[in-house]
C-alpha cells in the first residue's frame, strides 16, 4: 500500500470509524485510540484494500479491537453531557427534572443492548439513514428496521415513569425560552 493510497483511506473513513467506536464505548479517547490502531494495522500489515470493501473492514478491525479491549465493561453514551440548557434560563424545580431525566436517559442508554445502542445513536445523533447505518454495520435495512424499533421500545419502557417529567420539563424549559425572548 502506497503512503497516497493510505493517506486517502485514512481521510475518508476515519471520522467515521472513530464516531462508530465513541457511540460504543462512549469516550472520545478510548474511540480516537482504537480508531488510531485500526488505520495502524492496516498500514503494517500493507494490507490489500478493495475500495468496495475498505469501509466494512476498517469497522471489522475497529470492532474488535473494541471488543478485545473491553470485553466484560459496557459503556453508555452519555447524550447529557453535550446538551445542557441555560442555566439562566432553569428554575429548582427544572432542574430537578433534568436530572431525573438525564439520569433515566443514561440508565435506559446504559440498559439498552448494545447493537441496539449504536443504530440508535447512529441514527438519532448522526442523522443517519437505515441504509447507511446498514451499508457501515453490514446488515440489512430490515435488520437496522427491526433493531431500531427494538431501541425505541426499550427506550419507551425505560423512560414512561419519566414521561410526565420529560414533558413538565420541555414545557417549562420552552416557556422559560419564550419569556426570554419577549423581554
Known amino acids: 500500500m502506497k503512503k497516497e493510497e493510505f493517506k486517502s483511506i485514512f481521510d475518508?473513513?476515519?471520522?467515521?470509524?472513530?464516531?462508530?467506536v465513541f457511540y460504543r464505548s462512549g469516550d472520545e479517547n478510548i474511540a480516537t485510540d482504537i480508531a488510531q490502531d485500526t488505520f495502524m494495522r492496516i498500514w503494517e500489515k500493507q494490507l490489500k484494500i478493495d475500495p468496495k470493501t475498505v469501509k466494512g473492514l476498517l469497522f471489522k478491525i475497529a470492532n474488535d479491537k473494541f471488543i478485545s479491549?473491553?470485553?466484560?465493561?459496557?459503556?453508555?453514551?452519555?447524550?447529557?453531557?453535550?446538551?445542557?440548557?441555560?442555566?439562566?434560563?432553569?428554575?429548582?424545580?427544572?432542574e430537578i427534572n433534568y436530572s431525573e431525566l438525564k439520569n433515566a436517559y443514561e440508565a435506559a442508554l446504559k440498559s439498552m443492548p448494545e447493537k441496539q445502542r449504536v443504530v440508535f445513536l447512529l441514527n438519532r445523533?448522526?442523522?443517519?439513514?437505515?441504509?447507511?447505518?446498514?451499508?457501515?454495520?453490514?446488515?440489512?435495512?430490515?435488520?437496522?428496521?427491526?433493531?431500531?424499533?427494538?431501541?425505541?421500545?426499550?427506550?419507551?419502557?425505560?423512560?414512561?415513569?419519566?414521561?410526565?417529567?420529560?414533558?413538565?420539563?420541555?414545557?417549562?424549559?420552552?416557556?422559560?425560552?419564550n419569556k426570554e425572548l419577549k423581554q
Do not use: C, W
Open 12 to 20: 475518508q473513513y476515519f471520522e467515521d470509524v472513530r464516531r462508530y
Open 69 to 94: 479491549a473491553y470485553r466484560k465493561e459496557k459503556v453508555a453514551f452519555n447524550f447529557f453531557n453535550n446538551f445542557k440548557p441555560s442555566e439562566k434560563s432553569l428554575t429548582p424545580e427544572d
Open 125 to 177: 445523533i448522526d442523522e443517519l439513514k437505515y441504509k447507511e447505518i446498514a451499508d457501515q454495520l453490514g446488515l440489512s435495512v430490515k435488520a437496522i428496521e427491526k433493531i431500531m424499533s427494538l431501541a425505541l421500545e426499550h427506550l419507551r419502557t425505560n423512560l414512561k415513569s419519566k414521561i410526565t417529567g420529560l414533558v413538565l420539563f420541555i414545557l417549562t424549559y420552552g416557556l422559560g425560552i
